[in-house]
């Protein structure tokens, strides 16, 4: 989905390139009617520059670009709730379209090979810092739960110190939603170099995060115009749910998960 594509390269984008980007994701309905030189005025650029992202979107010539745009916006989209637009139909609105759009961009059977990587590895390793260590931390816990050997780090030294130790056996979970984050890629190459392999979890297509990872997950990119300390971690959240329900079906039954529910029982209230 191109409009989808744009806000996921959007941060590896040039100023100027960013203004072509900010024009397609603004006005598309009128960019299908344009000529590259007609875009290239309406977006204050080069010709040049329109065609270098063009290029960064996949596409071999503006012609293709425009007719797959159009195809794009031919398609039915995602109907939000008819009632009065305050912050709480917003929100509804915003993450069930942002889950709608992971779910008809799903690689199903790269999600099955990481899940079969996991089951794989030795130890299982979580990188994550600011607003997205919180969904690094969940994630060991859940597979902690399922017995493997599983720990979230948000230290940017312990992050490196751990991934410097790491083997061939083990594996490397970086959750970053921009993928722009200096610490959690440095800690990824780290871990890299030491043998262990490695996954991102991101939105950010072709971000530095993107380009050291062995397996790129992709989640649904914030639009430019927000604000970053708004974004929401749901795409994030989800992809770890899949493949925790994805491990959980190939290998774990429901004696596991009661064995954990009779060690849990005496903890509660009764």
């Not at 040049?48 to 293709?64: E, H, M, S, W």
């Not at 889950?99 to 790269?110: E, V, W």
């Amino acid at each position: 989905m191109i409009i989808n594509q744009i806000k996921g390269i959007y941060n590896s984008l040039t100023k100027r390139e960013k203004k072509v980007a900010d024009y397609i994701i603004e006005r598309a309905d009128d960019v299908i009617h344009y000529s590259i030189t007609e875009l290239a005025n309406w977006a204050e650029v080069s010709e040049t520059t329109v065609y270098r992202v063009i290029k960064k979107l996949g596409f071999n010539g503006y012609q293709d670009f425009k007719i797959s745009l159009a195809k794009e916006l031919s398609e039915p989209v995602f109907e939000t709730v008819e009632t009065e637009q305050d912050i709480f139909s917003n929100l509804y609105n915003k993450i069930c379209k942002s889950l709608s759009l992971i779910n008809q961009n799903l690689d199903k059977d790269l999600l099955n090979r990481v899940a079969e990587r996991i089951l794989a590895s030795k130890k299982l390793i979580f990188f994550g810092v600011g607003r997205s260590f919180p969904v690094a931390l969940d994630s060991s816990l859940k597979f902690a739960a399922l017995g493997f050997s599983a720990m979230a780090y948000s230290d940017p030294h312990m992050q490196v110190i751990v991934g410097a130790g790491l083997t061939s056996e083990d594996t490397v979970i970086s959750i970053s939603h921009s993928g722009f984050i200096r610490d959690v890629f440095k800690s990824t190459q780290v871990a890299k170099d030491a043998g262990a392999f490695t996954i991102a979890i991101t939105s950010g297509v072709n971000s530095p995060l993107s380009k050291i990872s062995d397996i790129v997950i992709y989640t649904t990119p914030s639009d430019p115009s927000e604000n970053e300390f708004t974004h929401d971690r749901i795409g994030e959240m989800y992809m770890i749910e899949i493949l925790y329900n994805l491990v959980v079906s190939k290998k774990f039954t429901d004696k596991h998960f009661n064995k954990l529910k009779n060690v849990i029982e005496p903890k509660k209230f009764q």
